[in-house]
């Protein structure tokens, strides 16, 4: 009979960046896998760490997500309440105002579109991106307005987003490159308010 030696549980000796291993397992597999098949046990066996260093790092799996792929401190659950604190016939209009702000940050625009032009040419890379904006942010938004068929329709918001980034961040369609975010909100909200709430 082998006898296999434990593995020691925390910290790897003589490693100093946890979280740098954490956050590079991540993006390997997220950019393998998609979002969805992604555990945060599998990430821990990746880095080989201690599943629980993650959690200390991390707030949850897509804090992970947003700061080890899209390298941002994008907090899907407050995206969420922003979106549906209000008027709910103005939800379409918020989401949409919510993504676009999201793409102000920093660097955000720069890493969206970059994932964007990736995705055009290797399928598996627009997998964790549109994975992410459905299951933690959207899916969630229809479910709350009483949904049941909440992934189709986060999905068809996923469509308008990508679409609306395709356009006017990488063909630079030139009236939606000058149109300003109000302007661009009203109007695709109203198709975001057909895909997220209104019955069919």
Known sequence: MTIQAHRPRGRRPGR???????????????????YEKVSLRAVARAAEVDPA?????FDNKADLF????????????????????????????RTVMVFLQAWEVPGAG???TAMMRAAITDPGARRPLSEFMSR?????????VGNG???????????????????????ELPALVK?????????LGRAMQAHLVDPW
């Open 53 to 57: 260093l993650i959690h200390h790092y």
């Open 16 to 34: 100093t960046d946890t979280r740098g291993a954490i956050q590079s397992a991540a993006l390997t597999l997220f950019s393998e896998m998609g």
């Open 149 to 171: 068929n909440a992934k189709l329709r986060a999905q068809l918001g996923v469509s308008l987003l990508l679409g609306l980034t395709l356009s006017r961040d990488i063909l």
């Open 66 to 93: 947003a700061r080890s792929v899209l390298d941002l401190p994008l907090d899907a659950e407050a995206i969420v309440r922003q979106i549906l604190e209000g008027p709910t016939e103005g939800i379409g209009e």
């Open 110 to 112: 720069e890493r969206f």
């Open 179 to 187: 149109a300003r975010n109000p302007a661009l909100a009203r109007s």
């Open 136 to 144: 933690e942010v959207l899916v969630k938004v229809a479910e709350a």
